[in-house]
């Protein structure tokens, strides 16, 4: 079969089934032959072809299917689109088994067919899909999604419209989409749907907002109810206080449900060469929920968190060695009726994390490397019992 009949074949398939699993062959060299230079190739049928050659296949028989072509010369006759097709295929097997190459020959598909959007889009899917140290790599891969954009506009000024090309545009704004979830609303335009201007060096502003209202056992940062109540028990009981065990109802009265309030404000400024950088504001409010006196275990005030933080984070491909991942910050915490016998007392507390990152495939398995570094300085009283006033304390992790 032609490569003319084969492709037909496959636009049948993509119009009967759906654009992202369409499959083509494009291996006989005769057909290479017999290819003329004007044929349109349909970018879905390079996914397409990988998938169906790695299905049911483990990781020994992809790389077996990769030898076969990654070394494989262009048959006599064979058109820079065949070509860009064979190199996308290529592309895809080897991101699936781990292989750093990967890149390379996704960006030999897109330097072979400048033109045809949907390789941009298969790039941008392996480095923000695939590729990352626990996020992905986001400022590169939104690159090749504006390009791919920029390619289709150009196409439709020309009147050189594909059939495939609505589905490229498709996938192309859902991929972006996924890319910035976690940015929260877009407030400007280059960098929210439908991605009609050119986000890629422009910077964008993102807006989060979150509140939580409960009553309950259990606080908003972790479920640790039974071992907190125990722990204030045995310190109330303990020689430091009372020194006799609780009553019934005194240990009765330490489990309690108090009415908590949250909130988190966050503005993002996301830009290829900057990153990410966000302005947060967190405010927990708890009513009742904290011992004021341990010698008094069921008298309790209110507990008040406000938070003012900056964090930076930015992807760096550092490939074929690693992915990194430089993320920093800093917050200035204030908080009201956590220190025993002061209710009323202020504490200013500096923190500071510092969490990078390093991934890496090995094989088809990606290993990650997370480390953190955390600094809290937790300020002196001036007020209170003199055996309770030195809470100075520098904490490192």
């Not at 020689?239 to 988190?264: K, M, N, V, W």
Request: glycine share 8%.
């Amino acid at each position: 079969m032609s490569v003319r009949n084969r492709l037909a074949a496959a636009a049948l398939a993509l119009a009967a089934v759906a654009p992202a699993f369409a499959a083509t062959t494009l291996t006989s060299r005769d057909a290479h032959a017999e290819e003329p230079s004007a044929e349109v190739v349909n970018p879905f049928a390079c996914r397409g072809e990988a998938l169906a050659l790695m299905t049911g296949l483990g990781t020994s028989g992809i790389q077996a299917e990769l030898d076969k072509r990654v070394d494989e010369p262009a048959a006599p006759g064979e058109s820079s689109k065949v070509t860009a097709h064979r190199y996308c295929v290529v592309g895809f097997l080897m991101s699936r088994i781990g292989d750093t190459r990967a890149g390379s020959f996704f960006e030999k598909a897109i330097a072979t067919n400048p033109e045809e959007p949907g390789y941009e889009l298969w790039y941008g899917h392996y480095l923000g899909s695939v590729r990352g140290p626990r996020y992905p790599l986001l400022e590169s891969a939104e690159l090749h999604y504006y390009r791919a954009l920029d390619k289709l506009k150009k196409r439709k000024a020309a009147g050189q419209i594909s059939e495939f090309d609505a589905s490229t545009e498709e996938w192309t704004q859902r991929k972006l989409i996924e890319l910035y979830q976690e940015d929260g609303l877009p407030l400007s335009p280059w960098k929210g749907y439908p991605y009609s201007l050119d986000g890629g060096h422009t910077p964008g502003l993102f807006a989060t907002a979150q509140g939580k209202v409960s009553s309950d056992t259990n606080d908003f940062v972790d479920i640790s109810d039974v071992r907190k109540f125990t722990s204030e028990a045995l310190y109330a009981a303990s020689d430091s206080r009372l020194a006799r065990p609780l009553t019934y109802d005194e240990r009765r009265g330490i489990i309690r449900a108090p009415l908590r309030y949250e909130l988190f404000a966050r503005a993002r400024i996301r830009q290829h060469l900057l990153g990410s950088l966000d302005f947060s504001y967190r405010s927990l409010f708890l009513r009742n929920a904290q011992i004021v006196r341990f010698i008094e275990p069921n008298n309790f005030g209110d507990a008040r968190v406000e938070e003012y933080g900056i964090t930076y984070r930015r992807p760096i491909d550092l490939y074929p060695v690693f992915d990194l991942m430089v993320e920093a910050s800093y917050r200035r915490v204030t908080r009201v009726g956590i220190v025993e016998w002061l209710p009323d007392q202020k504490e200013l507390i500096d923190l500071v994390e510092l969490k990078p990152v390093i991934s890496r495939f090995i094989g088809p398995d990606k290993v990650s490397l997370g480390m953190n570094y955390v600094f809290m300085g937790i300020p002196e009283l001036t007020t209170g019992p003199l055996n309770d006033r030195a809470r100075q304390r520098t904490i490192k992790a």
